[in-house]
């Protein structure tokens, strides 16, 4: 009877790897069409995802306190809406019922990348890394024709698109590549041939930045190789002070802006660099003003959309809308999640793939504090991705744990 039983669970178990590396195939398969041509869509390809793993979700003691502090924080931004000068018009637009529900489906995505089949799963990173390297090369030639390519697609298939709009458009790919590059090409450093695949990919990261004027993209790249190459040479301090770094940049930011203002060289700078930077100085100013009425409990989620003309949807700057919006509590807790999430990438031995995990992360931490909403579906999507991946690349040890389990069970 037990050897029936345990032969039951074998075999559920095996179905249940094969199904998840079946939707891993996919997904990545998927991931550079859409960072190419719909970068929107990456927050749907998470949803899908997680609604097709969601038999694999589990929660190991490990990973308990960070969502523990997710789940905290969107129950406090859910509560905030009571005094949010924001009321979205439709559940579309309702950022609290969308925080309520990518936090399972996200989760199941993640515990799928572990639970997957291991042969599955490396072919599914290999798919990925052949996909980005292909992307590279495509934003290469799409740098040397101005975009000739997708504005082709673009009007073939959907609408006529200006010039302008389109070479948007793109930049916003390289956005994709510069946070995706790095969890997923740097572990192929293991090997010998993969690793040139990484080189189209930075390049076309940096070639397309440049030429699409995407500053941040090209401020990424040695950004995510100085990271990278700290955790390979100090693996065990590394994480913990970046973790370090990155929570007190949300406790301290806008400490910081108001310090470089009060020096009196703001408003100097401002007008000294181009236009998107100094409109983003404004955005800034304008934020910490707000946050020194409100301090404790903020504004309320997506109240920084109601505060132009000074504000413009968010303030491009993740640490200073989580301040503006949800208040201290919510900036401890981003910082809280940030050292969590971090100081487990902590090691005894460098790793090639926890260093690519790491200088994505780095990455993205960058973007978050010059780009895009705290609460933009698709960016919220993307840093879902890198930890995917990276379950993906370091789940041998997490598999075999459930593996044990579901016998002992």
């Known amino acids: 009877?037990?050897?029936?039983?345990?032969?039951?669970?074998?075999?559920?178990?095996?179905?249940?790897?094969?199904?998840?590396?079946?939707?891993?195939?996919?997904?990545?398969?998927?991931?550079?069409?859409?960072?190419?041509?719909?970068?929107?869509?990456?927050?749907?390809?998470l949803v899908l995802m997680g609604l097709l793993l969601l038999p694999a979700i589990r929660m190991t003691?490990?990973?308990?306190?960070?969502?523990?502090?997710?789940?905290?924080?969107?129950?406090?931004?859910?509560?905030?809406?009571?005094?949010?000068p924001y009321h979205p018009p439709h559940p579309a637009q309702n950022s609290a019922l969308k925080l309520g529900l990518a936090l399972p489906l996200c989760w199941a995505a993640i515990c799928g990348a572990r639970r997957a089949d291991p042969r599955l799963r490396?072919?599914?990173?290999?798919?990925?890394?052949?996909?980005?390297?292909?992307?590279?090369l495509l934003l290469l030639v799409e740098s040397a024709t101005g975009g000739w390519i997708y504005r082709r697609l673009h009007e073939a298939y959907y609408e006529p698109i200006r010039?302008?709009?389109?070479?948007?458009?793109?930049?916003?790919?390289?956005?994709?590549?510069?946070?995706?590059?790095?969890?997923?090409?740097?572990?192929?450093?293991?090997?010998?041939?993969?690793?040139?695949?990484?080189?189209?990919?930075?390049?076309?990261?940096?070639?397309?930045?440049?030429?699409?004027?995407?500053?941040?993209?090209?401020?990424?790249?040695?950004?995510?190789?100085?990271?990278?190459?700290?955790?390979?040479?100090?693996?065990?301090q590394t994480p913990k002070v970046l973790a370090a770094l990155a929570a007190l940049l949300f406790v301290l930011m806008p400490g910081i802006v108001w310090l470089v203002r009060a020096s009196g060289d703001y408003g100097l700078l401002e007008t000294d660099i181009p236009l998107s930077w100094a409109m983003r100085m404004g955005y800034w100013s304008h934020a910490i003003d707000w946050i020194a009425i409100q301090?404790?409990?903020?504004?309320?989620?997506?109240?920084?959309?109601?505060?132009?003309?000074g504000i413009q949807l968010h303030p491009h700057n993740d640490e200073l809308q989580f301040w503006l919006e949800l208040g201290a509590v919510g900036a401890v807790a981003g910082a809280a999640f940030w050292w969590l999430c971090l100081s487990r990438l902590s090691r005894p031995k460098g790793d090639w793939s926890r260093a690519g995990t790491t200088a994505s992360a780095m990455v993205y931490l960058l973007f978050a504090s010059l780009n895009f909403g705290a609460w933009q579906e698709w960016w919220l999507g993307l840093g879902a991705l890198i930890v995917v991946i990276s379950a993906m690349s370091t789940a041998p040890a997490a598999a075999r744990t459930s593996t044990a389990r579901a016998i002992s069970e």
């Open 1 to 45: 009877m037990t050897s029936t039983v345990a032969g039951e669970a074998r075999a559920t178990r095996d179905g249940l790897s094969l199904w998840c590396g079946c939707v891993l195939i996919g997904a990545a398969g998927l991931i550079p069409v859409l960072g190419w041509l719909a970068p929107m869509g990456l927050a749907a390809l």
């Open 122 to 136: 490396d072919r599914a990173l290999r798919i990925l890394t052949w996909g980005l390297a292909l992307l590279g």
């Open 163 to 236: 010039i302008d709009l389109a070479q948007k458009n793109i930049a916003q790919d390289t956005f994709v590549l510069a946070v995706l590059w790095p969890v997923t090409t740097l572990r192929s450093l293991r090997h010998r041939w993969e690793a040139l695949l990484m080189v189209p990919a930075v390049a076309g990261t940096v070639v397309a930045a440049h030429v699409f004027l995407a500053d941040a993209p090209v401020l990424s790249v040695p950004l995510a190789g100085v990271a990278a190459l700290a955790v390979w040479r100090w693996p065990r």
């Open 295 to 309: 301090p404790l409990r903020g504004w309320g989620l997506d109240a920084s959309r109601m505060m132009g003309p």
């Open 61 to 84: 003691d490990e990973d308990r306190p960070a969502l523990i502090v997710l789940l905290g924080l969107i129950v406090w931004a859910a509560v905030s809406t009571t005094w949010s």
